[in-house]
Nanobody, 127 residues
Framework: QVQLVESGGGLVQAGGSLRLSCAAS????????VGWFRQAPGREREFVAA????????DYTDSVKGRFTVSRDNAKNTVYLRMSSLKPEDTAVYYC????????????????????WGQGTQVTVSS
């Protein structure tokens, strides 16, 4: 069982930056791949970024490539999402999710592939 807690959201002007954190419980965090998703009002939850258990493999949705960076510190059981050049369309509740994997280089893009979810953190980008 893994519990996830997101933090770091807030209100920022367009062009600004934020760093989200996803803190996980458990002693074997390196065996969990982690994804970031977001959900804007009236829209479905969508994939943003993912990182493998080892941290060596990452993936991003096209709209955030070059602006967002996902990383992790397994010693601290924490995954980060660094968001730069933020746009109003990035406004959403951001969720992290985790799933166990035997393969340290695997990452996942689909919501259905994740077993554990955090409660979400609100990111609002003003124009």
């Amino acid at each position: 069982q893994v519990q996830l807690v997101e933090s770091g959201g807030g209100l920022v002007q367009a062009g600004g930056s934020l760093r989200l954190s996803c803190a996980a419980s458990g002693r074997t965090f390196s065996t969990y791949a982690v994804g970031w998703f977001r959900q804007a009002p009236g829209r479905e939850r969508e994939f943003v970024a993912a990182i493998s258990g080892s941290g060596g493999s990452t993936d991003y949705t096209d709209s955030v490539k070059g602006r967002f960076t996902v990383s992790r510190d397994n010693a601290k059981n924490t995954v980060y999402l660094r968001m730069s050049s933020l746009k109003p369309e990035d406004t959403a509740v951001y969720y992290c999710a985790a799933r166990f994997t035997y393969y340290s280089s695997n990452y996942y893009r689909a919501k259905s592939q994740y077993d554990y979810w955090g409660q979400g953190t609100q990111v609002t980008v003003s124009s």
